[in-house]
Every structure is written in structure tokens, then in C-alpha cells.
């Protein structure tokens, strides 16, 4: 076993900002949807609209860090051990067996981790950005993309895309607490470092 950095400086910034920044826009999102009163209307969507803005600053860095360093090969999907690890999870997990996948600097993720980030990246995201901007924008919209497109199907789109985001951090929560203790999946997103057998 050595000490491995296995998440870099940037990577870490990146994980926290985006975590802190999702959370706080699903809360101001659910406050303009009137799920709960703790805030004005006005206040919501401003805050709302200023953490979205932030968050695509954010992932625009992200996304150039990603391909200028590598990184994104981390979530080529793979099939190679994926039914091993589902049913590690959903089995082997409540048996105490042994994760059967090994993960080093270069392949930190699993085949089912590699899944649900791509999902979250190529699916979930665009979608939750695209009619995001599309309901920010609306008095802005031309003749013929009003003609052709309601305000109430493109709101009914960016929350549906909220639910989904909203199930994905739960998940993504919850899998955390699946380590060898409640914290030994959240500590290397702290420090950086793991402690791995790089021979695998």
C-alpha cells in the first residue's frame, strides 16, 4: 500500500464549488417553485440566477482542466467488471465481500462510477442548462422559437431535470458512506490522498 495523490488541488476546488453551488440552487429553485416560504420570490430567483451563472463559470474551467490534463479519460465507460460491481452494491455490500474493483490515479473510478458521472455530464447537465438558460431568456426568445416551443413545457423540462439532479446528489451521498468507514470515501475529496496498491 503507498500513499497515492489521487485528487488534484483543482479537482478538489472544483468538487466542493460545484457541490456548494447545486445544493444552493436546488434550494433557491425549490423556494421559486413555492415547495417552502424561507425567502421572497425576488430573493430566490436572484440568488438563483447568480449561482447558475457561477456554476457554468465553474464548468467551463472544469471542462478545459479535464481535456488539457487527461482527466477526462477517467469517464470513458467501460463494460469490463461493471456486473461485478452492481452486484457488489447491490449484494456484496450488506455481506461484507470485498469491492471487487481496484481503483488507481489512473482509473479512479469504477465501470458503474464512470456511468452515472457521464450520465450526470451528457444527460442531466445539458438538459437542466439548456432549459435553464431557454426560461432565463424568454422575453429574448425570436418569433419563430416561441411559435414553436411553450414556457410552460421548457419549465416543466428544467424541473423534471432538478428531480433528476436531486436523486443523482442523493445517490452519490449515500455511496459515499459505502467505504471501509462513513468517511473513508470523503476524506481523499479532503486531502488528496489515498491509500492504494498502485500494482493493480
Known amino acids: 500500500m503507498s500513499r497515492v495523490l489521487m485528487?488534484?488541488?483543482?479537482?478538489?476546488?472544483?468538487?466542493?464549488?460545484?457541490?456548494?453551488l447545486i445544493f444552493l440552487l436546488?434550494?433557491?429553485?425549490?423556494?421559486?417553485?413555492?415547495?417552502?416560504?424561507?425567502?421572497?420570490?425576488?430573493t430566490a430567483v436572484q440568488v438563483h440566477?447568480?449561482?447558475?451563472?457561477?456554476?457554468?463559470?465553474?464548468?467551463?474551467?472544469?471542462?478545459?482542466?479535464?481535456?488539457?490534463?487527461?482527466?477526462?479519460?477517467?469517464?470513458?465507460?467501460?463494460r469490463d467488471g461493471l456486473f461485478a460491481v452492481m452486484h457488489y452494491y447491490l449484494?456484496?455490500?450488506f455481506t461484507g465481500a470485498?469491492?471487487?474493483?481496484?481503483?488507481?490515479?489512473?482509473?479512479?473510478?469504477?465501470?458503474?462510477?464512470?456511468?452515472?458521472?457521464?450520465?450526470?455530464?451528457?444527460?442531466?447537465?445539458?438538459?437542466?442548462?439548456?432549459?435553464?438558460l431557454l426560461y432565463l431568456f424568454y422575453n429574448d426568445w425570436p418569433a419563430t422559437l416561441a411559435g414553436a416551443l411553450e414556457l410552460e413545457t421548457v419549465a416543466l423540462v428544467h424541473t423534471g431535470a432538478a428531480f433528476a439532479?436531486?436523486?443523482?446528489?442523493?445517490?452519490?451521498?449515500?455511496?459515499?458512506?459505502?467505504g471501509k468507514t462513513l468517511t473513508s470515501h470523503i476524506k481523499p475529496m479532503i486531502t488528496g490522498y489515498e491509500d492504494l496498491d498502485e500494482h493493480h
Open 7 to 20: 485528487f488534484k488541488r483543482f479537482e478538489r476546488f472544483w468538487h466542493w464549488s460545484q457541490a456548494l
Open 26 to 42: 436546488l434550494f433557491t429553485g425549490f423556494a421559486i417553485h413555492g415547495t417552502y416560504d424561507v425567502m421572497r420570490f425576488s
Open 49 to 78: 440566477t447568480l449561482a447558475a451563472w457561477a456554476l457554468i463559470v465553474l464548468w467551463v474551467f472544469a471542462i478545459f482542466w479535464h481535456f488539457t490534463t487527461g482527466e477526462w479519460r477517467q469517464y470513458i465507460p467501460t
Open 91 to 93: 449484494i456484496g455490500t
Open 98 to 132: 470485498p469491492h471487487p474493483y481496484k481503483k488507481t490515479s489512473k482509473a479512479k473510478h469504477n465501470p458503474l462510477q464512470r456511468l452515472a458521472y457521464l450520465f450526470f455530464k451528457v444527460v442531466i447537465s445539458p438538459i437542466i442548462w439548456v432549459s435553464g
Open 165 to 178: 439532479m436531486l436523486v443523482f446528489i442523493i445517490a452519490h451521498v449515500y455511496m459515499t458512506t459505502m
